[in-house]
């Protein structure tokens, strides 16, 4: 899923996580490799959110997918793995207009 700003902040309000902004040198690569998303980094890799239920008019969830793992202590090697479920699952409210 590609988030909107809102979204975003709703995600990192319920993971412990961070965002790779959208101008992040690798985000172009990881787009490549695994499609148009909101990319987050955490102490054990790199995730995303997915649809995980249809959308409804007040809220909408997300599984969070694990794609890959740091492949160092130093956190700067990612070794990318086959998209797995971590369980841990976000409430994305829809905005009133």
Known sequence: MKLNATQVEQTLSQINAKVLPDDHPAVGKLSELFGDHTFFVDESGLKV????????????????????????KTFSSLKAHEPSPTGEVVVLARSKH
Do not use: C, R
Request: glycine share 4%; hydrophobic share 40%; no cysteine.
């Open 49 to 72: 959110l997915e649809s995980s239920e249809p959308k409804k008019a007040d809220a909408q969830t997300g599984a969070v997918i694990s794609l890959a793992d740091w492949n160092d």
